[in-house]
């Protein structure tokens, strides 16, 4: 049990670069989602899915997409990259996404940069 | 304007001395209340959660948090530090109960030898 992955660990991108954020998680859980961390501002969601096929946007949703074809990976797209997406990256999962009966459980994270 | 308040950017203490963080929020209804755990270089951990009952709440790794109605506040306290606590804690809440946590911006504790 792997838990919570998130692949690569740390990336550097010139401006106007597509990359993917690849998260995945093996406790069969149909919620997911993903965080942004920047100083001073703790972490913000950015968009979320509770369940495959499903997906809806969260705090600060412009300039990511996502997906989710399958129940065990959420994968994060940056079309075209900006300097102010310069952060550290975090997927995060649970079964239902109910904050009252479960814990949500947090991957290490990736560390983009952009230049 | 809604929103979850850290006072303290960085605090220091000084080995097996108590430890208080503060986190306020202004949302209209209670919402349900953590307190996370960050170590360098790892994503976050559970500390400990609060959704209703008892105001005093056991969390792992010695913490406690309080949680005070009339303060909107859900202060985190340790008797005696450890120098394993050096981290940086984040209090969130999730005003819905699905997952769309907002985030104090992070206390860093520093423990002194």
């Known amino acids: 049990n792997a838990g919570v992955t998130q692949t690569p660990k740390f990336q550097v991108l010139k401006t106007g670069q597509s990359m993917t954020l690849q998260c995945a998680q093996d406790m069969n859980h149909e919620y997911m989602s993903w965080y942004r961390q920047d100083p001073g501002m703790g972490l913000r969601l950015i968009h979320y899915s509770v369940g495959a096929g499903i997906t809806d946007q969260g705090e600060v949703p412009n300039g990511y997409n996502v997906s989710r074809s399958t129940t065990e990976d959420f994968p994060l797209r940056l079309l075209s990259a900006a300097p102010s997406q310069t952060s550290v990256y975090f997927c995060?999962?649970?079964?239902?996404?109910?904050?009252?009966?479960?814990?949500?459980?947090f991957g290490p994270g990736t560390r983009l940069l952009v230049l | 304007a809604q929103s979850v308040t850290q006072p303290d950017i960085h605090i220091t203490v000084s080995e097996g001395a108590s430890l208080e963080l503060r986190c306020n929020y202004s949302?209209?209804?209670?919402?349900?209340l953590f307190w996370y755990v960050q170590s360098p270089g790892q994503g976050l951990q559970l500390l400990l959660k609060?959704?209703?009952?008892?105001?005093l709440v056991q969390g792992i790794k010695g913490f406690e948090a309080e949680f005070k109605r009339s303060q909107s506040s859900f202060n985190l306290r340790k008797p005696s530090v450890h120098w394993s606590d050096a981290a940086e804690y984040f209090c969130a809440v999730d005003v819905y109960n699905n997952n769309d946590m907002r985030f104090g911006a992070g206390t860093r504790l520093t423990v002194k030898p």
């Open positions: 609060y959704f209703s009952g008892d105001t």
């Open positions: 949302y209209g209804a209670t919402p349900y």
């Open positions: 995060a999962s649970s079964y239902t996404g109910r904050t009252d009966q479960e814990t949500q459980y």
